[in-house]
C-alpha cells in the first residue's frame, strides 16, 4: 500500500493555482484498506504569473501583492527581491532592517490569526472562534490586541494593513520617523509578554500522536539570525542552495485532482516546508526570550509532531515582536527611502519565508525591464504532498471512526499547517467511499 496524491500521469503546466479558496477530501477505502486519499482544491486557478508577463519590473510588489490578504507583505519582499537580484541591485542597511520589521508585522498578525482563532478551538472543545469568544473571551481578546500590534506594524510602515502600499523595489516610498515609530514602539514589551503567555497556553494541549520522521525538512537559513528575508535554502537531507538553483532542485507537478501544482524536490520526493521546518533549522538563532519560551514548551529541534506546529508558530511571535522591539530601539531613519532599481535585461529569483514558510519568485526581464516570464511558488503548493501523506496515515490509524468523527480528524490535520485557503476553519466537505 503506498501513498499517491493522485493516480495516473502527471502533467506539468505553467499556470500556478493559488489555494486561497474551497478544498475537499476524498477518502476510498476497499476491504478495510485506504487506497486513495486526495486533498482537492478546486479553486479556479488564478494566473497570477501570466498577468505579469507585459508588465513593468516596478509592479511586480503591487500586483502579488494581492495573491493573498494574509500575508502580503511574503509576497512583496519576494517579488522585490527578485526583481532587484535581475537588475543587479542589492538593498542594505536601514532599508533592510525596515523590510525586516514590515516582515514581523506579518509574521505576528498571521501566526495569531492561525493560533487563536482558526487552530486553538480544536485544543480547546468548540467548534469556531465565536465559540472560544464566548467560553475564554479573555483569550479572545488577547489575540485581538496581539493581532492588532502585527497590523499596525504592517499599517506603519507599508501605509495600510492589508495589501501595503508603501512597498517599492528598492525599499518604501516614505520611511517613518523616530517619532513616528515611539508609539508603537512603546506597545511592543507588553505584546511580548502576551505572546509569551500564548505559548505557554498552547504548550498546555493535548496533542494527537503523528511523527513525520520521514520527511525532508526544508527552510531558509540566515548566518546573520533566525531565517525570514535572507539566506540559503537548506535541508534536514543536505540541501543547501541559492535561489537560482532552486528550480534544479525542485519540481512542480499537475496532479488530476487539485488545481494547485503539487512540489517535490526532484529524485527525493515530498518535503515540508513552514514553522517546524524553520525551527528545525535555525532553532540556534532564536532571540533569547524566544529561545526560553521554546524550552519551556518542551520543543525539540527535531520536534517532527504536525499537531505541535501550533507551539512553533507562538514561539514564531515571540521571536517576531522580540527582533521588532530591537528593530524600533536601533532604528535611524535611512538618508533615502529606496535605492534605484534601473530597468535591465536580465533574470532574478528572490525568497523569503512567509508565515506559512518558503515563498520563490523568478522573474524575466528584456532591456526596458518589462517581465517577459515570471514564476511564483507559494508555501501551500510546496506542503499539499506532505498533508496528503498526513491524512492517509491518519485515517489508516482511525477506519473505526464514523464519517462525521474521521472528518473531524482530518480537519484538524490539514488546520496543523494553515493553509492558504479562505474560510480554512469550516471549508473541509468529506466524500468517503467504503467498499
Known amino acids: 500500500m503506498t501513498h499517491r496524491g493522485g493516480a495516473g500521469r502527471t502533467i ?39 498577468f505579469l508577463r507585459g508588465r513593468r519590473h516596478t ?22 527581491q527578485a526583481v532587484e537580484a535581475a537588475c543587479g541591485v542589492t538593498v542594505g542597511g536601514p532599508l533592510r532592517d525596515l523590510r525586516r520589521l514590515l516582515y514581523c508585522g506579518e ?35 488577547r489575540a485581538l490586541d496581539l493581532k492588532k ?9 507599508g501605509g495600510r494593513p492589508i495589501h501595503p502600499v508603501n512597498v517599492r523595489v528598492g525599499g518604501f516610498y516614505r520611511a517613518p520617523t523616530r517619532d513616528e515609530l515611539a508609539p508603537l514602539a512603546a506597545r511592543l514589551p507588553d505584546a511580548l509578554a502576551a ?15 503523528l511523527r513525520r520522521g520521514d520527511v525532508e525538512l526544508v527552510a531558509l537559513r540566515d548566518e546573520a539570525g533566525y531565517a525570514m528575508l535572507d539566506g540559503r535554502l537548506v535541508s534536514t537531507g543536505g540541501l543547501d542552495i541559492g535561489p537560482d538553483e532552486f528550480r534544479d532542485h525542485v519540481e512542480e ?16 520526493g515530498e518535503y515540508l516546508v513552514g514553522p517546524m521546518a524553520r525551527f528545525a533549522l535555525n532553532h540556534d538563532r532564536l532571540l533569547p526570550r524566544a529561545a526560553a519560551s521554546a524550552a519551556g514548551a518542551g520543543l525539540d529541534p527535531d520536534e517532527r509532531n504536525p499537531f505541535r506546529s501550533i ?13 521588532a522591539i530591537a528593530l524600533c530601539e536601533a532604528y535611524e531613519p535611512p538618508p533615502e527611502p529606496a535605492v534605484a532599481v534601473p530597468p535591465r535585461r536580465g533574470v532574478g529569483s528572490g525568497w523569503s519565508e512567509a508565515p ?11 532591456d526596458e525591464g518589462v517581465i517577459t516570464e515570471a514564476a511564483i511558488v507559494p508555501p501551500t503548493s510546496q506542503n499539499q504532498p506532505s498533508i496528503e501523506h498526513d491524512l492517509f496515515h491518519l485515517v489508516e490509524r482511525n477506519l473505526d471512526l464514523d464519517d462525521d468523527a474521521l472528518r473531524v480528524v482530518c480537519e484538524r490535520a490539514i488546520r496543523n499547517y494553515d493553509p492558504c485557503i479562505s474560510c480554512a476553519t469550516h471549508f473541509l466537505d468529506l466524500t468517503v467511499e467504503r467498499s
Open 59 to 80: 509592479e511586480p510588489p503591487d500586483i502579488t501583492a494581492r495573491i493573498c490578504g494574509i500575508c502580503p507583505v511574503a509576497y512583496q519582499m519576494s517579488a522585490c
Open 107 to 141: 509574521w505576528i498578525e498571521s501566526h495569531v490569526l492561525h493560533i487563536y482563532l482558526l487552530h486553538a478551538p480544536d485544543f480547546l472543545g468548540v467548534d469556531s472562534a465565536v465559540d472560544l469568544a464566548r467560553a475564554e473571551p479573555e483569550l479572545v481578546q
Open 311 to 323: 507551539v512553533v508558530r507562538a514561539v514564531e511571535v515571540v521571536q517576531a515582536l522580540e527582533q
Open 253 to 268: 507537478l499537475q496532479v488530476p485532482h487539485s488545481n494547485a501544482l503539487h512540489a517535490r524536490l526532484r529524485e527525493r
Open 149 to 157: 500590534v502585527g497590523n499596525d506594524i504592517v499599517e506603519l510602515i
Open 195 to 209: 505572546a509569551e503567555e500564548t505559548v505557554r497556553l498552547v504548550a498546555s494541549f493535548h496533542f494527537p500522536e
Open 12 to 50: 506539468r503546466v505553467d499556470a500556478l493555482a493559488r489555494v486561497e479558496g474551497e478544498g475537499a477530501m476524498y477518502v476510498d477505502i476497499h476491504d478495510g484498506e485506504v487506497r486513495d486519499v486526495q486533498l482537492r482544491i478546486y479553486e479556479p486557478p488564478r494566473f497570477f504569473e501570466a
Open 356 to 366: 506559512r514558510g518558503l515563498l520563490w519568485h523568478r522573474y524575466e526581464l528584456d
